[in-house]
């Protein structure tokens, strides 16, 4: 069991940044790909960004590349999201997940454990 705690939404303008902190507790996260999903109202949930469980390989939608970075401290057990150039599109409840495997290989994600989430609203 992986138990997920996102923190550091909020409010901000077009243009912002915000950095998403995810702390896992339970299983030994190291273990772990992991990523971050959004979604907005009306729409689907959305991949965001995967990081594998070593750090060594990262993917992102193509709608945030180049200004959301994925990346994570396995001393603290932590995933973060950066995210810069935010536009009002961002805006959404963002969720940590991690991969139902550990050790995993490629870039399949399959999501096992999933946090609460953090809202995210960018003002035009």
């Known amino acids: 069991q992986v138990l997920l705690a996102e923190s550091g939404g909020g409010t901000v303008q077009t243009g912002d940044s915000l950095r998403l902190s995810c702390v896992a507790t339970?299983?030994?996260?190291?273990?772990?790909?992991m990523a971050w999903y959004r979604q907005a109202p009306g729409n689907d949930r959305e991949l965001v960004a995967r990081?594998?469980?070593?750090?060594?390989?990262?993917n992102y939608a193509d709608s945030v590349k180049g200004r959301f970075t994925v990346s994570r401290d396995n001393a603290k057990n932590t995933v973060y999201l950066q995210m810069d150039s935010l536009k009002p599109e961002d805006t959404a409840v963002y969720y940590c997940?991690?991969?139902?495997?550990?050790?995993?290989?490629?870039?399949?994600?399959?999501?096992?454990?999933w946090g609460k989430g953090t809202q995210v609203t960018v003002s035009s």
């Open positions: 997940a991690a991969d139902r495997r550990t050790y995993s290989t490629g870039s399949t994600f399959l999501p096992g454990y």
């Open positions: 339970g299983q030994t996260f190291s273990s772990y790909a």
């Open positions: 990081i594998s469980w070593s750090g060594g390989s990262r």
